[in-house]
């Protein structure tokens, strides 16, 4: 499929959670030649699932969507848990979520005291 994409012949969006199958399918995009920020080649995640996954498909140049389901709880909670079973590197990749995020937390609390470090000398004084 990707070929066709290359061609410019399809489109495709891969929503998937797992690292294995996104870093093969962006190695395999590259190697073909297919530019970063091409609107044909897309991937998507859920939101607040496989966040590293995300953030470096998204560094690398690819377009990157997030979906939240939207519903009746009745038929969403199944419909999350089935996704969750699927991803077979949901635990690993929850690992590096959580470090992703706390590096994001730490850098913006810096970035933060940096920026407004003239206000807590104030109160200090």
Known sequence: ??????????????????????????????????????????????????????FGLRNAGFQVSKYLPYGPVDMVIPYLLRRVEESRGMLSASTLDRQLMRYIKCTFYFLHFIANKEIYRDHLI
């Not at 797992?18 to 093969?24: A, C, E, K, P, V």
């Not at 995009?29 to 991937?43: E, P, R, T, V």
Request: proline share 0%; aromatic share 6%; glycine share 12%.
């Open 1 to 54: 499929m990707l070929e066709k994409v290359y061609k410019g012949s399809a489109a495709v969006c891969l929503a998937t959670h797992n690292l294995d199958s996104g870093r093969w399918t962006a190695a395999k995009a590259q190697a073909l030649g297919i530019g970063k920020g091409n609107d044909k080649l897309q991937f998507a995640q859920l939101k607040g699932m496989a966040e590293g996954l995300s």
